[in-house]
């Protein structure tokens, strides 16, 4: 949840770099949430509140959801994208189907660039490790 929460407070920071951990425990977070609020769209009948089909699903509440993590989602990949130095416009591949998802799982799940890059200091560097409070 602690990444989750990081990658909220930085919504609208393009800049820097984001290591695989922060992007990928912000996306499970993020798919968790989703499924709970998919169900909660179930369960108080809101789920084709906005007149979609069951096909494409969209509730109310999963859709309001969506829309209030569009701009951290977009923010963590540009991050990421930096972290494997590439330039965050790279996120348009996610509009060639097929071809281009391959392409950004495949940055998405490469190591970052070790020590710094154009992008900044290397995140795993710069970092205090984690230790859960009891």
Do not use: C, Q
């Amino acid at each position: 949840m602690r990444w989750y929460v990081e990658v909220i407070k930085k919504y609208a920071i393009f800049s820097g770099r984001a290591r695989r951990r922060e992007f990928w425990m912000f996306t499970l977070v993020d798919i968790v949430i989703s499924f709970v609020i998919v169900g909660a769209d179930e369960l108080i009948g809101t789920e084709y509140a906005l007149g979609t089909d069951e096909v494409f699903g969209g509730g109310l509440l999963v859709t309001l959801y969506g829309l209030a993590v569009l701009v951290p989602t977009i923010t963590v990949t540009f991050r990421r994208l930096h972290d494997v130095d590439r330039t965050g416009w790279w996120i348009l591949l996610a509009l060639v189907p097929v071809l281009g998802w391959i392409v950004l799982l495949v940055f998405m799940v490469t190591n970052g660039t070790p020590g710094n890059n154009r992008y900044g200091p290397d995140p795993k560097l710069s970092e205090h490790p984690y230790v859960p409070t009891a």
